[in-house]
């Protein structure tokens, strides 16, 4: 059965960094491109940043830009956000998912989540 | 402010059938029949309900439907069910200017 582990989340001071991890099992990580989507408490979703298959390409929502970057180890069937500049807009529950199909924008597997929060 | 406005929330009764709808304000989401449902339990992680408008993914109860007309997509719930009460967000693509994914406000279901 196919699944997705985020960790890496906690507490951090505005200004500060952290990074996420998001481990793929039980499918082919490395065939699919993979996604961040975070959800401010008690919001809605918010996309945050994909990467493709072999890593050689990516995109941010603006609001991110410059501060975060995807990344990905396929020989890990690992996914990477590093978030930098941290600011209290940025908290939230930040989800990892894998994209259905390449260029058709939908999201079939999720994990269950790391909370992010930016606080002094 | 959301590319995708849907209704802040949605009520029926058991066995009734109900409509969300998601309306594009950008017209580059609005020209692509990519759109994507999700349903989202209290405290649980996103569940994809509906791809491309329409398609069902394995283990999606038919009960569940989408469908799109111009700018606005719709997803229906019919013989709603008491553990259909969940958040429920439309997704889509926003275009090759930015390629970029959006996702609507949100739905809250109440039976």
């Known amino acids: 059965e196919a699944h997705l582990v985020e960790s890496g989340g906690g507490l951090v001071q505005p200004g500060g960094s952290l990074r996420l991890s998001c481990e793929g099992s039980?499918?082919?990580?490395?065939?699919?491109?993979m996604t961040w989507v975070r959800q401010a408490p008690g919001k809605g979703l918010e996309w945050v940043a994909n990467i493709r298959q072999d890593g050689s390409d990516n995109y941010y929502v603006d609001s991110v830009k410059g501060r975060f970057t995807i990344s990905r180890d396929n020989a890990k069937n690992s996914l990477y956000l590093q978030m930098n500049s941290l600011r209290a807009e940025d908290t939230a529950v930040y989800y990892c998912?894998?994209?259905?199909?390449?260029?058709?924008?939908?999201?079939?597997?999720w994990g269950r989540g790391t909370l992010v929060t930016v606080s002094s | 402010q959301s590319a995708l406005t849907q209704p802040a929330s949605v009520s029926g009764s058991p066995g009734q059938s109900i409509t969300i709808s998601c309306t594009a304000t950008?017209?580059?989401?609005?020209?692509?029949?990519?759109v994507s449902w999700y349903q989202q339990h209290p405290g649980k992680a996103p569940k994809l309900i509906i791809h491309e408008v329409s398609k069902r993914p394995s283990g999606v109860s038919n009960r569940f439907s989408g469908s799109k007309s111009g700018d606005t997509a719709s997803l229906t719930i019919s013989g709603l069910q008491a553990e259909d009460e969940a958040d429920y967000y439309c997704c889509s693509y926003a275009g090759s200017n930015t390629f970029h994914v959006v996702f609507g406000g949100g739905t809250r279901v109440t039976v």
């Open positions: 998912a894998r994209d259905g199909s390449s260029w058709l924008w939908y999201f079939d597997l």
């Open positions: 039980g499918f082919t990580f490395s065939s699919h491109w």
């Open positions: 950008s017209s580059d989401v609005g020209s692509y029949n990519l």
